[in-house]
Protein backbone atom coordinates (compact mmCIF):
# COMPACT_ATOMS: atom_id res chain seq x y z
CA UNK A 1 0.00 0.00 0.00
CA UNK A 2 1.55 3.63 -1.12
CA UNK A 3 2.55 5.77 2.11
CA UNK A 4 3.10 2.91 4.91
CA UNK A 5 4.14 4.98 7.70
CA UNK A 6 5.38 2.34 10.10
CA UNK A 7 9.01 1.32 10.34
CA UNK A 8 10.12 -2.03 9.29
CA UNK A 9 13.34 -4.22 10.62
CA UNK A 10 15.82 -2.55 8.11
CA UNK A 11 14.67 1.04 8.78
CA UNK A 12 15.61 2.01 11.95
CA UNK A 13 15.18 5.90 13.16
CA UNK A 14 17.46 7.86 11.96
CA UNK A 15 18.18 5.94 8.73
CA UNK A 16 14.94 6.71 7.39
CA UNK A 17 16.04 10.59 6.04
CA UNK A 18 19.54 9.16 4.58
CA UNK A 19 20.09 9.96 0.79
CA UNK A 20 19.70 7.36 -1.21
CA UNK A 21 19.29 6.95 -5.24
CA UNK A 22 16.24 5.50 -6.69
CA UNK A 23 15.07 4.77 -10.40
CA UNK A 24 11.57 5.96 -11.65
CA UNK A 25 9.43 2.24 -12.04
CA UNK A 26 8.59 1.98 -15.67
CA UNK A 27 5.73 -0.37 -17.31
CA UNK A 28 4.84 -1.22 -21.12
CA UNK A 29 2.64 1.53 -22.54
CA UNK A 30 0.67 1.93 -25.57
CA UNK A 31 -1.43 4.75 -26.72
CA UNK A 32 -5.17 2.70 -28.50
CA UNK A 33 -6.53 6.45 -29.28
CA UNK A 34 -6.24 6.17 -33.08
CA UNK A 35 -10.01 6.06 -33.23
CA UNK A 36 -10.49 9.43 -31.86
CA UNK A 37 -8.44 10.74 -34.30
CA UNK A 38 -10.52 12.33 -36.80
CA UNK A 39 -10.91 14.24 -39.89
CA UNK A 40 -13.66 17.15 -39.45
CA UNK A 41 -15.55 17.07 -42.72
CA UNK A 42 -18.34 19.35 -42.36
CA UNK A 43 -19.83 18.61 -46.12
CA UNK A 44 -21.42 15.58 -44.03
CA UNK A 45 -24.63 15.36 -42.11
CA UNK A 46 -24.79 14.07 -38.51
CA UNK A 47 -27.55 11.54 -39.55
CA UNK A 48 -24.50 9.32 -40.71
CA UNK A 49 -23.28 8.42 -37.36
CA UNK A 50 -26.72 7.13 -36.05
CA UNK A 51 -27.25 5.12 -39.52
CA UNK A 52 -23.38 3.79 -38.63
CA UNK A 53 -23.92 3.32 -34.28
CA UNK A 54 -27.55 1.84 -35.49
CA UNK A 55 -25.37 -1.07 -37.93
CA UNK A 56 -22.93 -1.41 -35.21
CA UNK A 57 -25.12 -1.90 -32.37
CA UNK A 58 -27.46 -4.27 -34.57
CA UNK A 59 -24.72 -6.89 -35.30
CA UNK A 60 -23.69 -6.08 -31.31
CA UNK A 61 -27.49 -7.04 -30.24
CA UNK A 62 -28.60 -9.86 -32.78
CA UNK A 63 -26.35 -12.91 -30.74
CA UNK A 64 -27.58 -10.59 -27.12
CA UNK A 65 -31.17 -11.28 -28.43
CA UNK A 66 -31.11 -14.88 -29.24
CA UNK A 67 -29.13 -15.24 -26.03
CA UNK A 68 -31.74 -13.81 -23.97
CA UNK A 69 -34.84 -14.66 -25.76
CA UNK A 70 -33.71 -18.14 -27.61
CA UNK A 71 -35.83 -17.61 -31.01
CA UNK A 72 -39.42 -17.07 -29.98
CA UNK A 73 -39.51 -14.04 -31.30
CA UNK A 74 -38.72 -12.23 -34.56
CA UNK A 75 -36.24 -9.64 -35.11
CA UNK A 76 -38.36 -6.69 -37.50
CA UNK A 77 -37.50 -3.41 -38.62
CA UNK A 78 -40.11 -0.66 -38.08
CA UNK A 79 -40.81 -0.53 -41.54
CA UNK A 80 -42.27 -4.51 -40.97
CA UNK A 81 -44.47 -4.00 -38.36
CA UNK A 82 -48.26 -5.21 -39.92
CA UNK A 83 -49.69 -7.21 -37.79
CA UNK A 84 -51.30 -5.39 -34.29
CA UNK A 85 -50.47 -6.61 -30.92
CA UNK A 86 -47.87 -9.01 -32.32
CA UNK A 87 -45.30 -9.65 -30.19
CA UNK A 88 -41.23 -9.23 -31.89
CA UNK A 89 -38.08 -7.57 -31.44
CA UNK A 90 -37.07 -4.12 -32.59
CA UNK A 91 -33.89 -2.94 -32.64
CA UNK A 92 -32.87 0.91 -32.44
CA UNK A 93 -32.04 4.48 -31.25
CA UNK A 94 -33.92 5.91 -28.48
CA UNK A 95 -35.33 9.26 -28.67
CA UNK A 96 -36.26 11.14 -25.70
CA UNK A 97 -38.86 14.35 -26.25
CA UNK A 98 -38.04 16.68 -23.59
CA UNK A 99 -40.04 19.96 -22.78
CA UNK A 100 -37.16 21.97 -21.35
CA UNK A 101 -34.55 20.75 -23.67
CA UNK A 102 -33.12 23.77 -24.80
CA UNK A 103 -33.62 24.69 -29.11
CA UNK A 104 -32.75 27.99 -30.69
CA UNK A 105 -35.32 27.91 -32.82
CA UNK A 106 -37.77 28.13 -29.43
CA UNK A 107 -35.00 30.72 -28.43
CA UNK A 108 -35.53 32.51 -31.12
CA UNK A 109 -39.24 32.40 -30.72
CA UNK A 110 -39.29 33.08 -26.97
CA UNK A 111 -37.54 36.51 -28.31
CA UNK A 112 -41.23 37.73 -29.51
CA UNK A 113 -42.60 39.43 -26.55
CA UNK A 114 -41.39 36.68 -24.48
CA UNK A 115 -40.07 37.17 -20.95
CA UNK A 116 -37.13 35.10 -21.12
CA UNK A 117 -37.04 32.31 -18.45
CA UNK A 118 -34.41 31.23 -15.87
CA UNK A 119 -31.21 29.66 -17.32
CA UNK A 120 -31.46 25.78 -16.66
CA UNK A 121 -28.87 23.67 -15.44
CA UNK A 122 -31.29 19.89 -15.61
CA UNK A 123 -34.01 19.86 -18.10
CA UNK A 124 -35.73 16.45 -17.44
CA UNK A 125 -39.26 16.82 -16.60
CA UNK A 126 -42.63 14.53 -16.14
CA UNK A 127 -43.94 15.06 -19.51
CA UNK A 128 -41.29 13.25 -20.94
CA UNK A 129 -41.25 10.64 -23.87
CA UNK A 130 -39.54 8.22 -25.10
CA UNK A 131 -39.62 7.04 -28.89
CA UNK A 132 -37.22 4.47 -30.99
CA UNK A 133 -36.38 4.99 -34.12
CA UNK A 134 -34.02 3.44 -37.24
CA UNK A 135 -32.84 4.05 -40.31
CA UNK A 136 -36.68 5.04 -41.96
CA UNK A 137 -38.87 5.99 -39.04
CA UNK A 138 -39.87 5.82 -35.53
CA UNK A 139 -42.59 4.64 -33.30
CA UNK A 140 -43.55 5.90 -29.47
CA UNK A 141 -43.08 3.33 -26.70
CA UNK A 142 -44.83 2.85 -23.69
CA UNK A 143 -44.16 0.50 -20.90
CA UNK A 144 -42.38 0.03 -17.15
CA UNK A 145 -39.55 -1.58 -18.28
CA UNK A 146 -37.30 0.78 -19.44
CA UNK A 147 -37.43 4.14 -16.91
CA UNK A 148 -37.25 7.10 -18.89
CA UNK A 149 -35.57 9.26 -16.47
CA UNK A 150 -32.62 6.35 -15.97
CA UNK A 151 -31.39 6.57 -20.01
CA UNK A 152 -30.58 9.63 -22.61
CA UNK A 153 -30.98 9.98 -26.37
CA UNK A 154 -28.94 8.01 -28.67
CA UNK A 155 -28.75 4.49 -26.58
CA UNK A 156 -29.20 1.72 -29.13
CA UNK A 157 -30.93 -1.33 -27.45
CA UNK A 158 -33.23 -4.24 -28.67
CA UNK A 159 -37.07 -3.36 -27.44
CA UNK A 160 -39.66 -6.76 -26.84
CA UNK A 161 -42.91 -5.83 -27.49
CA UNK A 162 -46.14 -5.25 -29.39
CA UNK A 163 -47.49 -2.48 -31.64
CA UNK A 164 -51.17 -1.86 -30.62
CA UNK A 165 -53.93 -0.50 -32.59
CA UNK A 166 -52.75 3.15 -31.92
CA UNK A 167 -49.98 2.41 -33.30
CA UNK A 168 -48.06 2.93 -29.96
CA UNK A 169 -45.29 0.48 -29.34
CA UNK A 170 -45.81 -1.45 -25.54
CA UNK A 171 -42.84 -2.68 -24.32
CA UNK A 172 -42.26 -5.89 -22.79
CA UNK A 173 -38.69 -6.13 -21.90
CA UNK A 174 -35.24 -4.62 -22.58
CA UNK A 175 -31.81 -5.91 -23.68
CA UNK A 176 -29.17 -3.34 -23.67
CA UNK A 177 -25.38 -4.28 -25.52
CA UNK A 178 -24.03 -4.99 -22.31
CA UNK A 179 -20.64 -4.73 -21.38
CA UNK A 180 -18.27 -6.47 -23.88
CA UNK A 181 -15.78 -9.13 -23.30
CA UNK A 182 -12.94 -8.39 -21.35
CA UNK A 183 -9.35 -9.97 -21.91
CA UNK A 184 -8.41 -11.65 -18.85
CA UNK A 185 -6.19 -9.10 -16.72
CA UNK A 186 -2.18 -9.59 -16.17
CA UNK A 187 -0.62 -10.73 -12.89
CA UNK A 188 1.63 -7.96 -11.85
CA UNK A 189 3.75 -8.80 -8.93
CA UNK A 190 4.45 -5.24 -7.60
CA UNK A 191 2.98 -2.19 -6.73
CA UNK A 192 2.72 0.47 -9.98
CA UNK A 193 0.55 3.22 -9.29
CA UNK A 194 -1.28 5.37 -11.98
CA UNK A 195 -2.09 8.92 -10.66
CA UNK A 196 -4.95 10.93 -13.13
CA UNK A 197 -6.17 13.96 -11.82
CA UNK A 198 -8.19 16.81 -13.96
CA UNK A 199 -9.54 20.38 -13.89
CA UNK A 200 -5.48 22.25 -13.16
CA UNK A 201 -7.31 25.91 -14.11
CA UNK A 202 -3.71 27.22 -14.75
CA UNK A 203 -5.42 30.35 -16.71
CA UNK A 204 -7.53 31.20 -13.19
CA UNK A 205 -6.65 34.93 -11.96
CA UNK A 206 -6.94 32.63 -8.40
CA UNK A 207 -3.56 31.59 -6.60
CA UNK A 208 -5.96 29.43 -4.21
CA UNK A 209 -4.63 26.12 -5.55
CA UNK A 210 -1.19 26.64 -7.21
CA UNK A 211 0.54 25.97 -3.82
CA UNK A 212 -1.49 22.55 -4.08
CA UNK A 213 0.06 22.23 -7.51
CA UNK A 214 3.77 22.72 -6.22
CA UNK A 215 3.21 20.37 -3.38
CA UNK A 216 1.91 17.48 -6.05
CA UNK A 217 4.63 18.26 -8.26
CA UNK A 218 7.40 17.71 -5.29
CA UNK A 219 5.27 14.99 -3.77
CA UNK A 220 5.81 12.68 -7.50
CA UNK A 221 9.39 14.17 -7.67
CA UNK A 222 9.99 12.40 -4.17
CA UNK A 223 11.05 15.79 -2.55
CA UNK A 224 9.09 14.46 0.43
CA UNK A 225 8.68 11.90 2.86
CA UNK A 226 11.16 9.24 4.66
CA UNK A 227 13.44 6.45 2.19
CA UNK A 228 10.73 4.16 2.68
CA UNK A 229 8.09 6.54 1.31
CA UNK A 230 10.43 7.71 -1.66
CA UNK A 231 10.85 4.33 -2.66
CA UNK A 232 6.59 4.08 -2.43
CA UNK A 233 6.53 7.07 -4.76
CA UNK A 234 8.97 5.75 -7.40
CA UNK A 235 6.58 3.28 -8.29
CA UNK A 236 4.33 5.49 -9.93
CA UNK A 237 4.62 4.76 -13.60
CA UNK A 238 2.04 7.11 -15.11
CA UNK A 239 0.07 10.49 -14.86
CA UNK A 240 -2.80 11.04 -16.38
CA UNK A 241 -4.30 14.72 -16.73
CA UNK A 242 -8.16 14.83 -17.63
CA UNK A 243 -8.36 18.13 -19.21
CA UNK A 244 -9.40 21.24 -17.63
CA UNK A 245 -5.80 22.40 -17.87
CA UNK A 246 -6.00 25.70 -18.59
CA UNK A 247 -9.58 25.96 -17.44
CA UNK A 248 -11.96 23.89 -15.48
CA UNK A 249 -15.16 22.70 -16.47
CA UNK A 250 -17.17 24.29 -13.82
CA UNK A 251 -15.60 27.65 -14.50
CA UNK A 252 -17.92 30.53 -16.05
CA UNK A 253 -15.40 32.27 -17.75
CA UNK A 254 -14.80 31.52 -21.54
CA UNK A 255 -11.07 31.49 -22.20
CA UNK A 256 -9.96 34.67 -24.75
CA UNK A 257 -6.92 34.73 -26.68
CA UNK A 258 -5.08 36.60 -23.56
CA UNK A 259 -5.87 34.08 -21.09
CA UNK A 260 -4.19 31.61 -23.10
CA UNK A 261 -1.32 33.81 -23.98
CA UNK A 262 -0.79 34.90 -19.97
CA UNK A 263 -0.97 31.57 -19.05
CA UNK A 264 0.79 29.04 -21.10
CA UNK A 265 3.89 29.48 -19.95
CA UNK A 266 2.99 28.54 -16.30
CA UNK A 267 1.11 25.28 -18.26
CA UNK A 268 4.09 24.22 -20.25
CA UNK A 269 6.30 24.74 -17.20
CA UNK A 270 4.37 22.40 -15.34
CA UNK A 271 4.08 19.84 -17.79
CA UNK A 272 8.10 20.18 -18.46
CA UNK A 273 8.42 19.43 -15.02
CA UNK A 274 5.65 17.40 -14.44
CA UNK A 275 7.28 15.13 -17.40
CA UNK A 276 11.03 15.37 -16.31
CA UNK A 277 10.06 12.88 -13.25
CA UNK A 278 7.17 10.85 -14.29
CA UNK A 279 5.56 9.68 -17.86
CA UNK A 280 2.38 12.79 -18.61
CA UNK A 281 -0.78 11.93 -20.83
CA UNK A 282 -2.09 15.26 -21.24
CA UNK A 283 -5.47 15.56 -22.41
CA UNK A 284 -7.86 18.31 -23.59
CA UNK A 285 -11.28 19.65 -21.95
CA UNK A 286 -14.09 21.57 -23.01
CA UNK A 287 -12.88 24.88 -21.98
CA UNK A 288 -8.97 24.23 -23.27
CA UNK A 289 -7.84 26.03 -26.22
CA UNK A 290 -8.58 23.36 -28.91
CA UNK A 291 -11.73 22.40 -30.65
CA UNK A 292 -14.51 21.89 -28.49
CA UNK A 293 -16.09 19.10 -30.96
CA UNK A 294 -15.44 15.20 -29.48
CA UNK A 295 -13.95 13.77 -30.42
CA UNK A 296 -11.28 16.41 -29.25
CA UNK A 297 -8.09 16.19 -30.84
CA UNK A 298 -4.21 16.83 -28.44
CA UNK A 299 -3.23 20.22 -27.54
CA UNK A 300 -0.54 21.84 -30.35
CA UNK A 301 2.51 21.12 -29.70
CA UNK A 302 2.92 24.91 -30.28
CA UNK A 303 1.72 25.39 -26.87
CA UNK A 304 4.46 22.95 -25.12
CA UNK A 305 8.22 24.38 -26.56
CA UNK A 306 9.64 22.72 -23.07
CA UNK A 307 7.89 20.14 -22.32
CA UNK A 308 7.81 18.47 -25.66
CA UNK A 309 11.49 18.12 -25.24
CA UNK A 310 10.31 14.79 -23.21
CA UNK A 311 9.57 11.77 -24.67
CA UNK A 312 7.61 11.29 -21.83
CA UNK A 313 5.42 13.57 -22.65
CA UNK A 314 2.23 12.85 -24.37
CA UNK A 315 -0.28 15.15 -25.92
CA UNK A 316 -3.29 13.07 -26.08
CA UNK A 317 -6.65 13.29 -27.43
CA UNK A 318 -10.44 13.41 -25.48
CA UNK A 319 -11.72 10.23 -25.21
CA UNK A 320 -8.58 9.03 -24.01
CA UNK A 321 -7.59 5.26 -24.64
CA UNK A 322 -4.26 3.49 -23.11
CA UNK A 323 -3.01 0.07 -22.40
CA UNK A 324 -0.98 0.46 -19.20
CA UNK A 325 1.21 -2.53 -18.57
CA UNK A 326 -1.93 -4.54 -20.49
CA UNK A 327 -4.47 -3.26 -18.19
CA UNK A 328 -6.40 -0.94 -20.75
CA UNK A 329 -7.23 2.48 -19.13
CA UNK A 330 -10.14 4.65 -20.99
CA UNK A 331 -11.72 7.57 -19.82
CA UNK A 332 -12.91 11.33 -21.10
CA UNK A 333 -12.27 14.96 -19.44
CA UNK A 334 -16.29 14.67 -17.97
CA UNK A 335 -18.03 16.15 -20.75
CA UNK A 336 -20.36 13.03 -21.84
CA UNK A 337 -20.76 12.41 -18.48
CA UNK A 338 -22.09 15.74 -17.20
CA UNK A 339 -24.28 16.04 -20.18
CA UNK A 340 -26.18 12.67 -19.00
CA UNK A 341 -26.76 14.01 -15.30
CA UNK A 342 -28.55 17.13 -16.95
CA UNK A 343 -30.69 15.02 -19.60
CA UNK A 344 -31.54 12.61 -16.60
CA UNK A 345 -31.97 12.06 -12.92
CA UNK A 346 -28.88 10.03 -12.95
CA UNK A 347 -27.24 12.72 -10.38
CA UNK A 348 -23.91 10.25 -9.56
CA UNK A 349 -20.78 10.36 -11.61
CA UNK A 350 -20.31 6.76 -10.89
CA UNK A 351 -23.55 5.72 -11.47
CA UNK A 352 -23.38 7.20 -14.85
CA UNK A 353 -20.23 5.25 -15.57
CA UNK A 354 -22.30 2.34 -14.96
CA UNK A 355 -24.71 3.08 -17.38
CA UNK A 356 -22.58 3.81 -20.39
CA UNK A 357 -20.75 0.40 -19.63
CA UNK A 358 -23.94 -1.37 -19.93
CA UNK A 359 -24.62 0.91 -23.24
CA UNK A 360 -21.54 0.13 -24.34
CA UNK A 361 -21.43 3.75 -25.36
CA UNK A 362 -18.98 6.47 -24.25
CA UNK A 363 -21.07 9.42 -25.19
CA UNK A 364 -24.70 8.62 -26.15
CA UNK A 365 -25.58 12.14 -26.32
CA UNK A 366 -23.16 13.09 -29.19
CA UNK A 367 -23.75 15.22 -31.77
CA UNK A 368 -27.99 15.65 -29.64
CA UNK A 369 -26.53 17.99 -26.91
CA UNK A 370 -22.98 17.04 -26.77
CA UNK A 371 -20.98 18.68 -30.30
CA UNK A 372 -18.75 16.42 -31.86
CA UNK A 373 -17.54 16.14 -35.48
CA UNK A 374 -19.50 14.66 -38.31
CA UNK A 375 -18.68 10.91 -38.59
CA UNK A 376 -19.77 9.12 -41.77
CA UNK A 377 -18.12 5.61 -41.90
CA UNK A 378 -18.03 4.54 -37.60
CA UNK A 379 -19.29 6.06 -33.92
CA UNK A 380 -15.96 6.66 -32.24
CA UNK A 381 -17.50 6.73 -29.02
CA UNK A 382 -18.59 2.78 -29.36
CA UNK A 383 -16.71 0.93 -26.39
CA UNK A 384 -15.22 -1.78 -28.49
CA UNK A 385 -13.28 -3.21 -25.41
CA UNK A 386 -14.09 -3.67 -22.17
CA UNK A 387 -11.33 -1.53 -20.30
CA UNK A 388 -10.05 -2.39 -16.79
CA UNK A 389 -9.65 0.95 -15.69
CA UNK A 390 -12.63 3.47 -16.71
CA UNK A 391 -12.46 6.82 -16.03
CA UNK A 392 -14.14 10.60 -15.74
CA UNK A 393 -12.44 13.67 -14.95
CA UNK A 394 -13.78 17.43 -13.72
CA UNK A 395 -16.14 15.64 -11.27
CA UNK A 396 -17.89 17.82 -7.91
CA UNK A 397 -15.59 14.74 -5.66
CA UNK A 398 -13.64 11.80 -5.86
CA UNK A 399 -15.72 8.27 -5.99
CA UNK A 400 -14.82 4.86 -6.79
CA UNK A 401 -16.41 1.65 -7.28
CA UNK A 402 -15.38 -1.97 -8.68
CA UNK A 403 -17.82 -3.02 -11.45
CA UNK A 404 -18.76 -6.59 -12.04
CA UNK A 405 -20.16 -7.32 -15.08
CA UNK A 406 -22.47 -10.34 -16.11
CA UNK A 407 -19.67 -11.85 -18.42
CA UNK A 408 -16.94 -11.38 -15.09
CA UNK A 409 -15.72 -8.48 -16.07
CA UNK A 410 -13.79 -6.39 -13.84
CA UNK A 411 -13.81 -2.83 -14.41
CA UNK A 412 -12.62 0.13 -11.33
CA UNK A 413 -14.93 3.39 -12.02
CA UNK A 414 -13.32 5.90 -11.04
CA UNK A 415 -14.75 9.85 -10.82
CA UNK A 416 -11.84 11.86 -10.88
CA UNK A 417 -12.83 15.22 -8.92
CA UNK A 418 -11.53 18.46 -10.04
CA UNK A 419 -8.34 19.60 -8.48
CA UNK A 420 -8.98 23.26 -8.35
CA UNK A 421 -11.80 22.82 -6.24
CA UNK A 422 -10.49 19.82 -4.26
CA UNK A 423 -7.02 19.62 -4.33
CA UNK A 424 -7.18 15.99 -4.42
CA UNK A 425 -6.27 13.15 -7.46
CA UNK A 426 -7.05 9.71 -8.19
CA UNK A 427 -4.53 6.75 -7.37
CA UNK A 428 -4.78 3.39 -9.07
CA UNK A 429 -2.53 0.34 -7.97
CA UNK A 430 -2.69 -1.74 -11.03
CA UNK A 431 -1.03 -5.00 -9.10
CA UNK A 432 -4.88 -5.46 -7.02
CA UNK A 433 -7.01 -2.49 -8.86
CA UNK A 434 -7.04 -0.50 -5.71
CA UNK A 435 -8.34 3.53 -6.46
CA UNK A 436 -8.17 5.75 -3.16
CA UNK A 437 -8.06 9.22 -3.20
CA UNK A 438 -5.03 11.94 -2.20
CA UNK A 439 -5.26 15.71 -0.71
CA UNK A 440 -2.71 18.34 -0.87
CA UNK A 441 -4.18 21.47 0.92
Known amino acids: MLFKTELDGNNKPGNEFQSHELGRQTTEYIDCSKRFYKTCDFSKQYAHIYSARLNTFRNILV ?10 FKILKLCELREKNYTCV ?57 DIHQIVTGVVCAILGS ?16 CNIQHPLPIINNDRYVVIMSGLNLASKSPDHIFSLHLLLEWISGLSGTAQYQEEISNIVR ?14 KVLNESDVISSAQLVDSFAAALSAVAPLDLMPGCKD ?27 VSNPYECDIGGLLCLGTSGEPIKDIMRYSKLNNSINVLKKTLEWRQLAPT ?34 TEMYEGAEGQHVRLVSVPDFCETKTVAIINLKNMECYSMEFS
Not at 63 to 72: A, E, G, Y
Open 63 to 72: PLVMKKWSNK
Open 90 to 146: VIGTLFKHQKLKPSILKELSDQLEIIPQPARTHFVHDSDSLVLEDELQRIKLVGDCI
Open 163 to 178: EDEDGIFTVKDVCWAG
Open 239 to 252: VIIAGGVFANNSDE
Open 289 to 315: PTGIMLPQKPFHFCLFPKAIEYKSFNR
Open 366 to 399: CPDTVPCIPCVDNDPFTIYKCPAVYFSGNADKFA
